[in-house]
């Protein structure tokens, strides 16, 4: 079981940028995307169930973000767009083979495989 984050970087203020993240190993029916922060801890971005029939995210990058699944190569992207200085953090993907729930899907315990984190830096 893995899960293989890329497409961090160093961007400006009002740039984008795009993660994705793979999944080996087995299907799963939710997969998200949280943060961490300097000195923060890690908060829930956005989470998509496995056909993309549920999303959820949070209120920070409504509007700025969109997360999709791609079903058959078990993948889950994240598109920044509107990227602020605040949205620097080491982004994470999760992923867990439970049933949708709104609530669970944006909490760290609803999530029982992490990916290594990718840095995400933004500079005004």
């Known amino acids: 079981v893995q899960l293989q984050a890329s497409g961090g970087g160093a961007v400006q203020a009002g740039e984008s940028l795009r993660l994705s993240c793979a999944a080996s190993g087995r299907t799963y029916n939710v997969m998200a995307w949280f943060r961490q922060g300097p000195e923060r801890e890690r908060e829930f971005v956005a989470a998509v169930s496995r056909y993309g029939d549920n999303i959820k995210y949070a209120d920070s990058v409504k509007g700025r973000f969109t997360v999709s699944t791609d079903n058959a190569k078990n993948t889950v992207d994240l598109q920044m767009n509107s990227l602020k200085v605040e949205d620097t953090a080491v982004y994470f993907c999760?992923?867990?083979?439970?049933?949708?729930?709104?609530?669970?899907?944006?909490?760290?315990?609803?999530?029982?495989?992490w990916g290594q984190g990718t840095q995400v830096t933004v500079s005004s």
């Open positions: 999760a992923a867990d083979v439970g049933r949708w729930n709104s609530v669970v899907v944006a909490t760290k315990r609803g999530y029982n495989y």
